[in-house]
């Protein structure tokens, strides 16, 4: 009997060896292949309204593919809170898609796992060349001098939604230009339940933005040249403490804003809670939310009236989403066919236009849907005014660390603590101080 | 034991053994019919290995589905773990015990949160588990009579255990919006309790709004046990008390309370493991941005490893979590076994 135990013993932990010896080889970093060159898996981002949306936008488009070459596509709609964890998961297993969405702030830090397809010359070549690409969009595929890990697929930018006939009943004609001037237009909308901003102060994404966007504008990088982070430095500090203050100080913002993050900002601004909004190409999802277009007006988003020294003229963060090949793959041809054809000028004016977003490829932004206000704001924003989130592998850190630090100074301005120069860089240098790897 | 089976059905493993009337001694006539009775194993090795045969499924998918990942993370728990690796994880350097020491150094940025994190979770599991059980026993022993609309009662009692976490988290933090939530409507909107709304999903009150979902979650589990438990009580018992003058308080004291005091045990460390652990509510409800109020650990680990990348030190924080709760759970259930054995002696 106990030698029956014994061998028992011996054969679980031999199994527990191997099993754990196995799992430590975690994702393969084998090159991709063609063995299975019927069938794909695409992980698309969720950019319609809704999951089914999606899937009515997309099945059309990837049947056309499937008929036009015969490979299956296999298609997941993935929600933006999940599609990270998802990734990171697919890439520490190596079970993942063969070709994915990506949001294009990610590209460095994915990039930086070796998970991803680089596009050298030779594959941009096999998809028709990276001049087809809108230069900026093509910025936000990967680290500096490196190989892009992917490709742009949709382009978005911040405009300044505004409510014309909240805007009249002020008595303001046009909308700001300045942050100075939409504090003052603010203060002017606000009274009663209504506000002049609607902000989303617990989104960890939407504070990044900002974040970079004001950051920009004092001449705050958040990462120096070798890519290490400097989130706490005076002009990060100032330029967080003037967005923090619209709700902190200006009291343009709704206090129970400081809890948003499930887009409740649109839904104020909609509803006629709040006369404007920064928000990324919002035409179809206010439509969604039964807002007229013609009751809103668009306009870039303000700069600085005086714009402190090392302060750039930026306005927008390059939005979008990257189309990213896992370089695993079993069908490595079928992923580049799929890759050029999602690129090609009517797939891009297609699915462009159904999400409300800009086609980051130059010849398809021609197309009439292209031509309306929103998209000639955002178009231009994209072209003049625009700067890629920094591309550096920790990156991620940024998002995770800067965004949850102001969704904190969010919380105390609203909860009645003075939100100060001092609090805010408190709160950066503890950002700073949990950065890692 | 009787011996009146026919055919080839093998008895019941280990019964056998047992003895009994015409059990399996090694001389009689029994031992011979129960020997021509059992499959073709090979004498004392199918006695041997037929239950762990039985065992074998369980065991394999245990390990497949349990202790692999944990010996997994344990390794994970020694690498540099970062961005870098976790394509090809098997690179990842070996860093020793850096990452423990990052994570109990509690002058560093990270220890200190973690040690909040550990500290607020324990406040919280304290008094989600001893509100919980408060409730589940006052809720059982209130309804061990029977009266009209029993059943009733506790159908309703136990729907928030019955309901999908998703679902009811969801559905509270609507109710606990600032702005638009029902629970302000009534504190400050009808009844004018407070100047201003107050907000219940950040800053301080985020604590109580965890630790209310969590007790409205657990106790309709305890009053489930307990329920159950005090079925076993022969109504003779209070009956004889009652004869002797006790009062509903003794008899609660003196036979309810002794009387469910096994179930007891494993009901609070159950509850115990469960609510530390919580990582459904505290994440439906905040999201990955926890106020410092409610930072539970199990949310914690998760955001150091999926927010930052940093899977080696996540794993070392879940290492020293399992290691916490393993200690806690042994003491618990050596100090309570050292009680009842003191009892029954």
């Known amino acids: 009997m106990r030698r029956t135990r014994r061998a028992l013993a011996v054969a679980v932990t031999a199994a527990l060896a191997a099993v754990a010896a196995t799992g430590c080889g975690g994702g393969s970093t084998d090159a991709g292949s063609n063995d299975e060159p019927d069938k794909l898996t695409y992980w698309a981002s969720n950019q319609g309204t809704s999951i089914e949306n999606d899937e009515e936008v997309l099945k059309p488009v990837l049947d056309a593919f499937t008929e036009e070459t015969g490979i299956e596509v296999d298609l997941e709609v993935i929600p933006w809170d999940s599609l990270l964890d998802r990734i990171l998961t697919a890439t520490a297993s190596g079970e993942g898609p063969d070709v994915l969405n990506i949001g294009n702030t990610w590209s460095a830090s994915l990039q930086a796992t070796g998970a991803l397809l680089q596009f050298d010359e030779e594959t941009f070549a096999r998809i028709g060349g990276a001049d087809r690409f809108v230069p900026s969009a093509l910025a936000a595929t990967g680290a500096e001098g490196q190989d892009p890990a992917a490709v742009p697929l949709y382009s978005l930018a911040y405009a300044l939604y505004y409510n014309k006939q909240m805007f009249a009943d002020a008595g303001i004609e046009t909308p700001p230009t300045t942050w100075e001037e939409l504090v003052e237009d603010g203060q002017r909308l606000t009274g009663g339940d209504t506000y002049g901003l609607a902000v989303e102060g617990a989104s960890i994404p939407e504070n990044t933005h900002h974040a970079f966007v004001f950051g920009q504008q004092h001449g705050a990088d958040f990462f120096d040249a070798e890519g290490n982070a400097t989130f706490d430095t005076p002009e990060a500090a100032e330029a967080i403490k003037q967005y923090i203050d619209f709700l902190a100080a200006d009291g343009i913002v709704a206090p129970g804003n400081a809890e948003y993050a499930q887009n409740q900002s649109l839904a104020d601004f909609a509803g006629g809670k709040a006369a404007m909004l920064l928000w990324q190409a919002a035409g179809t999802a206010l439509e969604h939310q039964g807002m007229d277009p013609d009751a809103y007006g668009i306009a870039p988003v303000p700069f600085q009236a005086d714009p402190p020294e090392g302060g750039r003229q930026v306005n927008s963060m390059v939005a979008g989403i990257n189309l990213a090949v896992f370089q695993n793959t079993d069908n490595l041809d079928g992923a580049l066919d799929f890759v050029t054809y999602l690129t090609s000028d009517e797939v891009q004016v297609e699915l462009n236009g159904a999400y409300g977003s800009i086609p980051p490829v130059l010849a398809a932004q021609d197309a009439p849907e292209f031509a309306t206000e929103e998209r000639a704001v955002l178009r231009q924003t994209l072209a003049d005014s625009a700067a890629p989130l920094p591309q550096v592998p920790a990156e991620d850190q940024f998002e995770t660390l800067v965004g949850t630090a102001m969704a904190d100074l969010f919380a105390d301005a609203a909860s009645g603590n003075e939100v100060t120069l001092d609090s805010v860089r408190q709160r950066l240098h503890e950002a700073q101080q949990q950065v890692t790897g | ?345």
């Not at chain 2, 990452?99 to 550990?118: I, K, M, Q, T």
């Open chain 2, 1 to 345: 034991m009787t011996t009146t089976a026919t055919g080839n059905v093998p008895p019941p493993a280990g019964a056998g053994e047992a003895g009994g009337t015409g059990g399996t001694g090694k001389s009689g006539p029994g031992a011979r019919r129960s020997a021509r009775r059992r499959p073709r194993l090979p004498g004392r090795l199918g006695r041997g290995a037929l239950p762990y045969l039985f065992l074998l499924p369980a065991l394999v998918l245990e390990l497949l589905i349990h202790l692999t990942p944990m010996v997994v993370g344990v390794v994970m728990s020694f690498r540099e773990l970062t961005r870098l690796y976790i394509h090809n994880w098997g690179e990842a350097p070996w860093s020793g015990l850096d990452n423990y020491r990052v994570a109990v150094d509690f002058d560093g940025p990270l220890g200190e949160s973690l040690l909040h994190s550990f500290l607020v979770t324990c406040l919280f599991t304290v008094v989600s588990v001893g509100l919980s059980w408060l409730l589940g026993t006052a809720a059982a022993v209130l309804m061990q009579d029977r009266f009209r609309g029993r059943g009733l009662l506790r159908a309703l009692f136990l729907t928030p255990y019955a309901l999908p976490v998703y679902a009811a988290v969801i559905t509270w933090a609507f109710v606990l919006q600032r702005d638009n939530g029902m629970l302000n409507h009534i504190v400050h909107d009808q009844l004018g309790l407070t100047d201003q709304p107050p907000f219940w999903l950040i800053g301080d009150n985020a604590f109580f709004s965890l630790v209310v979902i969590s007790v409205w979650r657990n106790w309709p589990f305890a009053f489930l046990i307990l329920t159950a438990a005090l079925q076993n009580i022969p109504r003779e018992v209070y009956e004889a008390a009652q004869i002797d003058g006790a009062g509903v308080w003794q008899q609660i004291r003196r036979i309810t309370l002794p009387s469910v005091r096994p179930v007891n045990q494993v009901l609070v460390l159950v509850l115990f493991l469960w609510t530390f652990n919580d990582f459904n509510v505290p994440y439906l409800l905040f999201g990955k941005a926890a106020p410092d109020s409610a930072d539970l650990i199990s949310v914690h680990i998760y955001d150091s490893s999926f927010g930052t990348w940093n899977f080696g030190y996540g794993s070392a924080m879940s290492v020293l979590l399992l290691l916490f709760l393993l200690l806690v759970t042994a003491v618990y259930l050596v100090f309570t076994s050292r009680g009842r054995r003191a009892e029954d002696g």
